[in-house]
């Protein structure tokens, strides 16, 4: 928001928080095509394919998740399906 409000671009910018795992479909039925979408936890391809449909051509995805590696993980994502694979982001957004 402070970096909107330096750019005078505070009018056109909308702030969502929400659990947008609860229901897909809804994180964008109120902000359809934005520009950015940055989020962060653990991978959810259901959220980032849907994701990756609704956001403006040319725009921005920025996703803060965990990696899978060849170790068992001894803290939380301990599923390997709620980390990213190698190159699996680059796949979804360059189809």
Not at 10 to 23: A, E, L, M, T, Y
Not at 29 to 35: F, L
Not at 54 to 70: A, H, V
Request: hydrophobic share 35%; glycine share 6%; proline share 4%.
């Amino acid at each position: 928001q402070m970096l909107a409000k330096r750019y005078n671009a505070g009018d056109k910018c909308s702030w969502v928080c929400q659990n947008i795992r609860r229901n897909v479909g809804l994180s964008f039925k109120n902000y359809p095509n934005p520009d950015i979408i940055h989020g962060h936890r653990f991978f959810d391809l259901e959220f980032i394919t849907f994701a990756e449909k609704e956001l403006n051509q040319g725009g921005f995805f920025i996703w803060s998740t965990f990696m899978q590696n060849e170790r068992e993980s001894r803290v939380p994502p301990f599923r390997q399906s709620r980390m990213v694979q190698k190159h699996e982001m680059i796949k979804i957004f360059t189809k």
